[in-house]
C-alpha cells in the first residue's frame, strides 16, 4: 500500500463531525473559563477601589466570586477530559461503520450502553451549560449599563445641566450590602469609573466569556446530535445483521432440506 492510499484510509477513518465539535467546545470552553476568571478579578477590584472600601461590607462577594473561580477550574479540567472522551468516543463509531461495509461488523451491548450513556450526560450538562450561558448576561447587562449611562454623560447632545444627578448604585442590584460605602458613582466619578482599566477590561471580557458559553453550548448541541445519530445507526446495524444471520441460517437448513430430499429420491431409484 502506497503513502497516498494509507493516507486516504487515515483520512477516512476521522470523525469530522466529533472533530469540529471538540474543536469548538475547547475553544468555547477556554473563552468562557479564562476570560471569566480574569474578569471576576477586576470586578472585585473595581468595587474595592470604587463602590465599597470596607472589607466587611463586600467580604459575602469576596466568597462567592472565589468560589466561582473554583468552580471554573473545575469546569476547565472536566470538559478537557469529557472533549477527549467524546471524540474517542466518535473514532470507535466511525470505525464500527467501516467493519460494517467491510462486512466484519462487530459490536457489543457494552458498546452501545456506553454511546448512551455518553448522549444521556451530554444532554444534562447541555442544559446545564445553558443555565451558565443565562447567568454570564447579568454581568454583560449591569456592565453595559454603566458603560451606556457614561457615553451618555459624555454625549454632546446630552444637554445634561447636573451632571452629578446622574448615578449608578451597584447596590440596588444585590452584589453589595445596603450598608456599602459609598455604595454608588455619580457625576465625574462615574466617568472616571468608566474609564479604568478595570473597568474597560472586564465589561470585554465578560463579553467574550458570554460568548464562549454560547459557543459551547453549541458544541454540547453538536455532540449531543452525533451521539444520538450514532446510537440509532449503532442499533439499526445490529438488527440489520441479527436478521441477514437469521435469514443465512434459514438458507443453509433449506438447503440442506434440498439436499437430503435429492439423497432420498437417489436411493429410491436405485
Keep these: 500500500m502506497g503513502c497516498f492510499e494509507c493516507c486516504i484510509k487515515c483520512l477516512g477513518g476521522v470523525p469530522y463531525a466529533s472533530l469540529v465539535a471538540t474543536i469548538l467546545c475547547f475553544s468555547g470552553v477556554a473563552l468562557f473559563c479564562g476570560c471569566g476568571h480574569v474578569a471576576l478579578t477586576g470586578t472585585l477590584t473595581m468595587l474595592e477601589n470604587h463602590f465599597s472600601r470596607v472589607t466587611s461590607d463586600h467580604a459575602t462577594l469576596t466568597t462567592v466570586i472565589q468560589i466561582f473561580q473554583y468552580i471554573i477550574y473545575g469546569i476547565a479540567s472536566f470538559f478537557f477530559i469529557y472533549a477527549i472522551l467524546l471524540l474517542a468516543e466518535g473514532f470507535y463509531t466511525t470505525r464500527a461503520i467501516k467493519k460494517e461495509l467491510q462486512s466484519d461488523f462487530k459490536t457489543t451491548i457494552c458498546g452501545r450502553c456506553i454511546t448512551a450513556f455518553f448522549m444521556f ?27 451606556s449611562t457614561c457615553a451618555a454623560m459624555r454625549s454632546p447632545d446630552a444637554n445634561i445641566t447636573s451632571p452629578d444627578s446622574i448615578c449608578v448604585d451597584v447596590r440596588q442590584y444585590g452584589i453589595i450590602s445596603w450598608n456599602a460605602t459609598p455604595g454608588k458613582a455619580c457625576g465625574a466619578t462615574l466617568g472616571d469609573i468608566c474609564t479604568t482599566s478595570e473597568f474597560y477590561l472586564s465589561y470585554h471580557l465578560y463579553i467574550v466569556a458570554f460568548a464562549g458559553a454560547g459557543a459551547t453550548v453549541i458544541a454540547l448541541i453538536h455532540y449531543l446530535m452525533i451521539l444520538a445519530a450514532n446510537w440509532a445507526y449503532l442499533k439499526s446495524a445490529v438488527s440489520t445483521h441479527e436478521y441477514q444471520d437469521i435469514k443465512t441460517k434459514d438458507d443453509q437448513d433449506l438447503e440442506a432440506e434440498a439436499r437430503s430430499k435429492e439423497g432420498q429420491n437417489s436411493s429410491s431409484y436405485s
Excluded: D, E, G, K
Design 121 to 147: 450526560l451530554t444532554y444534562i450538562l447541555a442544559l446545564a451549560f445553558l443555565t451558565i450561558f443565562c447567568f454570564t448576561a447579568i454581568p454583560v447587562f449591569l456592565f453595559f449599563n454603566m458603560w
